[in-house]
């Protein structure tokens, strides 16, 4: 089952967010984690810079436009596998969307992930 918080890099964690369902799921699958980068502020007005969103594809960091050039190559390549979204709960609902509609415009199926919510 999909669940818990998912660390994709050593000290880089997504925070899923929680769902009361769940389904198993093979772990031969397309992986793609979507984060914001780490908080940082500026020491001399103490505001945070804007976060940059990040994604990796299983384990290799890929910045927008890589990923979009990659998803066609991946379809043809594998035609019946899933991906799985893991977006950490801050990331923009929009990054998300766009994200999911370029792997369903290639006929893939997407999984968006969660980790159970314990009070259900």
Known sequence: MLGSSFVTLPGIIVELPKSPF???V?????????FLEPEKKDTSTGFSAKRE????????????EEL?????EFASQHP???VIIKADKEVPQAYI???TNLFLAQNLSVLLATQPDAEH
Do not use: A, H, R, T
Not at 68 to 72: G, L, N, V
């Open 22 to 24: 769940g389904i198993s």
């Open 26 to 34: 093979p772990l031969s699958n397309l992986i793609v984690s979507v």
């Open 53 to 64: 969103v990040l994604f990796y594809v299983n384990d290799q960091e890929l910045n927008f």
């Open 68 to 72: 979009k050039k990659m998803i066609p």
């Open 80 to 82: 019946n596998q899933m």
């Open 97 to 99: 969307i766009e994200l």
